[in-house]
Each structure stands twice: as C-alpha cells, then as structure tokens.
C-alpha cells in the first residue's frame, strides 16, 4: 500500500528541521507559521497548500522539491 503524499511531505519537513537542529517552534518562527501548523504538517494531518510549502522551505533554507521528494 502507497503511503499518503502529505505523510511522505510530513516526514520530509522533520527529517530536514532535524537535520537543522531547529525545534518545531524555531522552524515556525523562521517560516512564518504557528507552531501549531508546522506540527499538523509534520503529521500529515493535512494537504498543505503550495504557499506553505513554499514557507516551510524558505524557513529551513531547502528548495521546496526537497519536501517534495518520494512522491
């Protein structure tokens, strides 16, 4: 069975807010976000929209294909 997108995307984010060191809380405040929202995002709670994507890239200094890739 093929893993969900926004799982895929999910685990991307925090394997890379790792890599960086940032806790969820730092990559929320370099991206834009509440907290809250980058953690829905590592979980895959929710598609997330291109734009965040776009932030949470920019927030921890990867192109957004990197979020992206495995999908």
Do not use: C, W
Not at 8 to 15: C, F, K, L, P, T
Not at 32 to 61: F, N, Q, W
Not at 62 to 69: K, M, Q
């Amino acid at each position: 069975m093929a893993v969900e997108p926004r799982i895929v995307v999910g685990r991307n984010i925090s394997e890379e807010r790792h890599r960086r060191g940032f806790t969820q809380e730092e990559l929320a405040e370099a991206a834009g976000m509440h907290p809250v929202e980058v953690s829905r995002a590592e979980r895959g709670v929710r598609d997330l929209r291109v734009s965040t994507i776009a932030k949470l890239a920019a927030g921890l200094e990867v192109p957004a294909r990197e979020l992206l890739r495995g999908i």
